[in-house]
């Protein structure tokens, strides 16, 4: 890459490691959405890079907020997340690009259409729902989370609809990326897929995230919960129109 398209992969992760700690989601979809648009680098590569700064802003965004994990969601996300995610990760390294293009354009259109539902109804339901939704919710994040490294959507969709306050569908959000990430690095680096040039440019994105981390933890938006759900839907459907860009 070029120093212009380092600029704007380096821009592409504030915005994302700053709205993830807001919003407990976020980063995979903006790096992604912008980077593959412009044709930054293969999909492989970023999701990389993803990955590996991803898990630096969840473990910074969430450690001082752990208490408020909601930790059964979690244990039911992870047991269909696991298995999914390896899944989605060989279909990335093995299907062509004309298929992943097609996968994109599916992702895009299923985030725009829950995007709309959700801001028309962003009030929460009256009970928890039952935990064969929160273990599908868990599969379907772990296939988009092996192909993109943007597991967000299935788990926004489901958690913010729950009765919980924000602070804990954030930090229940962002733990489970934590272990996502882990999983999926883990998983890669076994396999070879990490390379000498996206740990180095993961490694040098690093203050990026630092710095805009800290500013999501100091200067977060003074919003109600309400609006804090509708800015979240809000941003989901510009992020799958971007996403639907990226595949057209």
């Not at 998983?187 to 990026?208: C, D, H, K, N, W």
């Not at 100091?218 to 919960?225: A, C, G, H, I, V």
């Amino acid at each position: 890459m070029d120093n212009s398209s380092i600029l704007i992969f380096f821009f592409a992760i504030a915005i994302g490691a700053y709205t993830q700690t807001v919003t407990g989601f976020a980063m995979g979809l903006i790096i992604m959405g912008i980077t593959a648009s412009l044709q930054l680098a293969p999909i492989s590569f970023i999701a990389a890079v993803i990955s590996l700064t991803g898990l630096i802003n969840v473990t910074l965004a969430v450690y001082k907020d752990h208490h408020h994990i909601n930790w059964r969601l979690i244990r039911i996300i992870m047991i269909g997340f696991m298995p999914a995610m390896i899944t989605g990760i060989l279909l990335l390294y093995y299907l062509d690009k004309t298929s992943t293009q097609l996968l994109q354009l599916i992702l895009g259109i299923v985030i725009v259409l829950g995007g709309i539902l959700l801001i028309l109804k962003p009030h929460p339901n009256k009970q928890l729902a039952p935990s064969l939704f929160t273990f599908l919710s868990g599969i379907s994040a772990g296939i988009m989370g092996g192909l993109f490294s943007t597991s967000a959507p299935p788990l926004i969709y489901h958690l913010y609809k729950q009765p919980l306050t924000i602070a804990t569908i954030r930090s229940t959000l962002l733990m489970s990326f934590m272990i996502a990430s882990t999983t999926r690095i883990a998983y890669i680096g076994m396999q070879g897929f990490i390379t000498r040039e996206i740990f180095l440019f993961a490694v040098y994105s690093l203050p990026v995230v630092f710095l805009f981390t800290w500013l999501g933890k100091k200067y977060p938006p003074s919003l109600s919960d309400i609006n804090m759900r509708r800015m979240a839907f809000g941003l989901l459907i510009i992020l799958g129109i971007s996403t639907l860009l990226t595949a057209i």
